[in-house]
């Protein structure tokens, strides 16, 4: 695996944006900016191994900078909603910007997607680090971080997130790449095939925050666990689905540790992505709200041209105290994996 740095391009008020490729030993590659730790592209072998783009992205950082959808950043401080910006810890009320409806998302209007973090480069990973300060986007204590990416010779990419604070605040940390692996800009991934080891789901309101429900896919539109197309019950008359305008929910992840929790796979090309996390949960999030826009080398983006597999802690956990616990105590040290492993299958290949 090889690490090389180069200019990106340039924010707004004039600040480098470097873009950091990692290559490994078939040349299969992954770019990676210090703006958000974004994940610009991965380009892995289709099963003519053939190298495939198969991450949304922008080629300029005023894209990053002006256009909405997260596309392929880290998320923090809180990944997803918490209901009306507002929360109590240790008895002391915290109040955030409000920038989704009646609610917070990802972080606030200055989330971590919109730093630019330090690099650090080892032998096989790249390594961002940042400190956000005690009421950075309204959150308590000072937050200290680093962002690892690894792409190993067999085509998998690990995400480790590392955290510790100097003093009580949340934490629930992801990514938000939008695959399609047909290729990036090729039109709507809704014929994909997904697998989730989920029995259950959490249910949203009419603006996609957690009622504090926990309802069985069971006989459900939300029922991933034998591989479907995306597609298949996107339409169907359903509350939650509506809720949404499409998949945009929680999946309750089934196991603990770092364990497999989706196959998602492509019949077009052959790629298979297997996700494997320590998180509980992952936001199945199919672009609904992705609007018409230009994308990578002259392709262009709409709703469901992608999907997101973001490994989270339940959105809007702290008003649910049935939902695991995304409080990070002083000192304590958070840490979470993610992997992507890339893969082919053959034609017609179960
Ligand atoms: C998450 C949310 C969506 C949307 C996207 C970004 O997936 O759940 O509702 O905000 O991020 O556009």
């Given at each position: 695996?090889s690490?090389?740095?180069?200019?990106?391009?340039?924010?707004?008020?004039?600040?480098?944006?470097?873009?950091?490729?990692?290559?490994?030993?078939?040349?299969?590659?992954?770019?990676?900016?210090?703006?958000?730790?974004?994940?610009?592209?991965?380009?892995?072998?289709?099963?003519?191994?053939?190298?495939?783009?198969?991450?949304?992205?922008y080629?300029?950082?005023?894209?990053?900078?002006?256009?909405?959808?997260?596309?392929?950043?880290?998320?923090?401080?809180?990944?997803?909603?918490?209901?009306?910006?507002?929360?109590?810890?240790?008895?002391?009320?915290y109040?955030?910007?409000?920038?989704?409806?009646?609610?917070?998302?990802?972080?606030?209007?200055?989330?971590?997607?919109?730093v630019?973090?330090?690099?650090?480069?080892?032998?096989?990973?790249?390594?961002?680090?940042?400190?956000?300060?005690?009421?950075?986007?309204?959150?308590?204590?000072?937050?200290?971080?680093?962002?690892?990416?690894?792409?190993?010779?067999?085509?998998?990419?690990?995400?480790?997130?590392?955290?510790?604070?100097?003093?009580?605040?949340?934490?629930n940390?992801?990514?938000?790449?939008?695959?399609?692996?047909?290729?990036?800009?090729?039109?709507?991934?809704?014929?994909?095939?997904?697998?989730?080891?989920?029995?259950?789901?959490?249910?949203n309101?009419?603006?996609?925050?957690p009622?504090?429900?926990i309802?069985?896919?069971?006989?459900t539109p939300?029922d991933?666990?034998?591989?479907?197309?995306?597609?298949?019950?996107i339409?169907?008359?359903?509350?939650?689905?509506?809720?949404?305008?499409?998949?945009?929910?929680?999946?309750?992840?089934?196991?603990?540790?770092?364990?497999?929790?989706?196959?998602?796979?492509?019949?077009?090309?052959?790629?298979?992505?297997?996700?494997?996390?320590?998180?509980?949960?992952?936001?199945?999030?199919?672009?609904?709200?992705?609007?018409?826009r230009?994308?990578?080398n002259?392709?262009?983006?709409?709703?469901?041209?992608?999907?997101?597999l973001?490994t989270?802690?339940?959105?809007?956990?702290?008003?649910?105290?049935?939902?695991?616990?995304?409080?990070?105590?002083?000192?304590?040290?958070?840490?979470?994996?993610?992997?992507?492993?890339?893969?082919?299958?053959?034609?017609?290949?179960?």
């Amino acid at each position: 695996m090889s690490v090389q740095g180069k200019e990106f391009g340039r924010t707004a008020d004039g600040r480098t944006v470097t873009v950091y490729r990692i290559t490994n030993k078939n040349g299969a590659y992954v770019d990676v900016l210090d703006y958000g730790c974004t994940l610009q592209s991965i380009c892995v072998p289709n099963r003519d191994g053939t190298l495939t783009d198969v991450c949304l992205g922008y080629d300029t950082v005023t894209e990053y900078e002006e256009n909405d959808g997260y596309l392929g950043a880290f998320v923090g401080r809180h990944a997803n909603r918490i209901g009306k910006g507002e929360f109590v810890l240790n008895g002391q009320a915290y109040s955030l910007a409000v920038n989704n409806g009646p609610n917070h998302l990802h972080g606030g209007l200055k989330g971590f997607d919109k730093v630019i973090w330090s690099a650090c480069v080892a032998s096989d990973r790249l390594i961002f680090s940042h400190t956000s300060p005690d009421g950075d986007e309204g959150y308590p204590a000072n937050l200290m971080m680093s962002v690892t990416y690894c792409f190993d010779d067999s085509n998998t990419l690990t995400l480790i997130y590392d955290a510790v604070s100097d003093g009580d605040t949340v934490v629930n940390f992801t990514n938000h790449c939008y695959f399609n692996l047909n290729g990036q800009g090729t039109g709507t991934a809704t014929d994909h095939l997904l697998q989730v080891n989920a029995d259950a789901f959490t249910e949203n309101d009419g603006d996609c925050l957690p009622t504090g429900k926990i309802l069985s896919v069971e006989g459900t539109p939300f029922d991933f666990r034998t591989s479907k197309p995306i597609g298949r019950d996107i339409g169907a008359d359903d509350e939650n689905l509506k809720n949404g305008s499409g998949y945009d929910h929680n999946f309750v992840l089934q196991g603990e540790g770092l364990r497999e929790v989706a196959v998602l796979s492509s019949e077009k090309t052959g790629i298979v992505m297997t996700t494997r996390t320590t998180q509980p949960g992952v936001q199945v999030y199919t672009a609904n709200f992705l609007t018409y826009r230009g994308g990578k080398n002259g392709t262009r983006y709409s709703v469901r041209d992608g999907v997101c597999l973001e490994t989270q802690h339940f959105p809007d956990a702290l008003h649910h105290e049935n939902f695991p616990s995304v409080v990070l105590k002083q000192g304590e040290e958070y840490h979470q994996i993610t992997q992507y492993a890339f893969t082919v299958k053959e034609e017609n290949e179960v």
